[in-house]
């Protein structure tokens, strides 16, 4: 199968194909590659020029638009290749074009099925549009291009996230697929997957300014479309109810509540949270135990969402793994009662690394290194003084780093379920092979949208229909396909075990015994190479710190603050 990155086409792996020569084509002489295409005698604009600019509208089922208005492309493979090559931003090979729209055609028919294509385009739109070489083919820098896709992607890099939901008009080349190219069909769906996401993360955003502002009528709105995008989530849901009742619309915020409850009891078999049902109260307090209220703060021109919550004379900070989302992760009742439970260790801490949940969307997957250096602006922010890391998984080697280079700032190091590398060597058995590594990769993110790898993470919840829902959502909501390849490919790629020797804070170690998603002898492999360390051996198959057993993962992690040595000085 083919497979694309959705930032665009460039990024294509082709199939091997049949190179065997097709008989009996005899293409016009002015379909060759190297010879320019005749000037049409198309429409043109009342001073005798061409349409200099184009607008191609993805969102919903995709139409093409000139100066004029809307042109009729009876070409469907021909308005995939329109919009594949605007998606590019550049010029893409005829190589990957061919294959991907004519994935079953010997190359060189293939080849000439494209060339006859770009003739039929240029013929329908009136015009030469297309830049070509014997290799390569791009959208004319001559002309203006206009991408809706492109204007939303903007408006949310610039933080104008109201902006951005007005060009949200539907999803992707909704309804729009190509027969036998199941290549572009996936590649539409990483695509359209990371839109998806980047809209949900501007909804957020803006509920909570308009929360913040007063405005609540523009957050229950806002806060709408995000029921309507998840359905399920208890989040979204309390966000449009609270809204509603803020606003002074509790018709509204009955008839959601219900609607909710509803949909909770005949998809999951279960009913709202304590959270959920107290908000149609009056007079109930709020919970003791509620979500805390999420923040933001600049480091390197990325925005980075973060939580604190409770207090005490240590920090600790929470670092779940390779996906994340600060205020889903209070959905799941074994989650926030995990986190409710730390609060007798210290005040917690949750951040989002950049590109990852409601932290800004950036175009690369964060490395070790970057990841370190937010973890140090999130602290800062925080006014923290003294903190306890708590990496989990692929977040451990950013600890690892961040203990290493501010140990001063660093009262101990917890590491649950982590390694420290990323894929097997010759010196390092304690992984899975490249290859091996890449084929699960590619099985998570072709399940990406339902509650993929839940088997592997959690087999203590696998079977458990509000947990598959929870996890799902909040894949959705973290990241999009496309995304998430990028950043299980860092964690492949990644390696710190030159820096565990260098490790001076007090460290542990946890793992449980039958880890289905990291060997438990990568736990003691790292711990081995920490001096000092404390290596705990947990039961269990569950990767997740808050699935399963949490009592000794508490009581491990309360024994390990409890031995550190204390500071003189006021707490909070």
């Known amino acids: 199968m083919l497979f694309s990155s959705c930032a665009g086409g460039s990024g294509v792996e082709c199939r091997s194909l049949n190179r065997s020569t097709a008989s009996g084509l005899d293409w016009a002489r002015l379909l060759s590659p190297d010879r320019p295409l005749p000037v049409p005698s198309g429409r043109r604009q009342d001073k005798g020029e061409f349409v200099t600019s184009f607008t191609l509208q993805t969102f919903g089922f995709p139409e093409i638009h000139g100066d004029n208005g809307p042109i009729k492309l009876n070409l469907r493979r021909g308005l995939a290749l329109l919009i594949y090559l605007a998606e590019a931003k550049g010029a893409v090979a005829r190589d990957v074009l061919a294959t991907l729209l004519w994935p079953e055609s010997p190359r060189e028919t293939a080849h000439a099925r494209l060339r006859r294509m770009l003739h039929r385009i240029a013929l329908a739109l009136g015009q030469p549009i297309f830049e070509t070489d014997r290799a390569s083919v791009r959208w004319s820098p001559a002309i203006e291009l206009k991408v809706d896709s492109h204007l939303f992607e903007s408006a949310c890099d610039r933080g104008a996230f109201e902006e951005a939901c007005l060009c949200y008009r539907g999803d992707f080349l909704a309804g ?20 998806r996401g980047r809209l949900m993360h501007g909804l957020e955003r803006l509920v909570q300014d308009k929360t913040a502002a007063g405005d609540h009528f523009a957050a229950a709105a806002h806060a709408g479309r995000l029921v309507e995008l998840d359905p399920l989530s208890e989040v979204y849901g309390r966000h449009l109810i609270r809204s509603l009742l803020t606003a002074g619309d509790r018709g509204s915020a009955e008839r959601h509540h219900a609607a909710l409850t509803q949909r909770l009891r005949d998809e999951l078999g279960v009913a709202p949270e304590a959270a959920t049902e107290a908000l149609m109260e009056p007079s109930t307090a709020s919970p003791v135990h509620a979500a805390p209220t999420t923040l933001y703060v600049e480091g390197a021109g990325v925005h980075l969402a973060y939580q604190t919550y409770g207090s005490g004379e240590l920090d600790i900070l929470i670092m779940p793994g390779f996906v994340s989302h600060v205020e889903r992760v209070w959905e799941h009742p074994a989650c926030r009662a995990f986190l409710v439970s730390l609060m007798a260790v210290g005040r917690v801490i949750l951040f989002d690394r950049r590109g990852i949940g409601l932290s800004d ?5 964060p490395s070790v290194d970057v990841t370190a250096e937010d973890i140090g602006t999130v602290l800062r922010a925080a006014h923290t003084r003294r903190v306890v890391l ?15 280079d501010e140990s001063r700032l660093v009262a101990g190091l917890i590491l649950f379920g982590s390694l420290a590398k990323g894929c097997w060597a010759p010196d390092y058995p304690h992984a899975l092979r490249a290859n091996q590594y890449d084929a699960w990769r590619q099985q998570l993110v072709a399940e990406w949208g339902g509650p993929a790898g839940i088997e592997t993470f959690a087999p203590s919840l696998s079977r458990d229909p509000q947990a598959r829902a929870w996890w799902a959502g909040l894949l959705r909501a973290a990241s999009s396909p496309g995304n998430i390849w990028a950043v299980l490919k860092a964690l492949r790629d990644t390696d710190v075990r030159h820096l565990l020797p260098q490790v001076s804070v007090p460290t542990l170690v946890l793992h449980r015994r039958n880890d289905q998603a990291v060997r438990i ?4 492999d790292m711990a081995s190479h920490i001096t000092g360390a404390h290596f705990v051996e947990l039961d269990g198959n569950d990767h997740w710190f808050f699935a399963g057993a ?21 707490t909070r």
């Open 390 to 404: 708590f990496g989990a998984s692929e977040c451990g080697p950013a600890c690892i780093k961040f203990a290493v």
């Open 521 to 524: 002898a990568a736990g003691r």
């Open 550 to 570: 949490q009592q000794p993962v508490l009581e491990a992690v309360k024994r390990f603050v409890d031995a550190l040595p204390r500071e003189r000085r006021p």
């Open 176 to 195: 729009f697929a190509l027969a036998d190219c199941a290549a572009f069909d996936d590649w539409a769906f990483y695509r359209r997957e990371a839109l």
């Open 361 to 365: 969307r950036v175009g690369s997957a």
